[in-house]
């Protein structure tokens, strides 16, 4: 239908999707990510580990490119440069739009 959308997944919501838990992106790292792609729809599914895992999906955006974010890390008491993926950064950019709608819904 022509409909470009990203947002989150709970883990129960994807299905047989072979992602990996995020017991196995911790160990990783902060920065790791997994991700799938189906080939019918293109829909991109991706779980990014930062401080806990995030499962993002997309019909437009997916983890072509990754850029440097800077996250604090509580036990250092520094901020660090952490790779995250385009898909991640997609979300960021709009999702505050989103919360807003909802929070004003929520006010109605």
Wanted: net charge positive.
């Amino acid at each position: 239908m022509g409909i470009l959308a990203t947002g989150t997944f709970r883990n129960n919501r994807i299905g047989k999707c072979p992602l990996l838990s995020e017991k196995e992106l911790k160990s990783q790292g902060r920065g790791s990510w997994d991700n799938r792609v189906d080939q019918n729809s293109g829909i991109h599914l991706v779980k990014w580990f930062d401080n806990k895992a995030v499962t993002l999906g997309s019909t437009h955006a997916g983890v072509t490119g990754s850029i440097k974010v800077k996250r604090f890390d509580s036990k250092k008491k520094v901020y660090v440069d952490v790779t995250a993926p385009d898909i991640v950064l997609e979300y960021n950019a709009s999702m505050g739009g989103v919360d807003l709608a909802d929070m004003l819904i929520s006010l109605y």
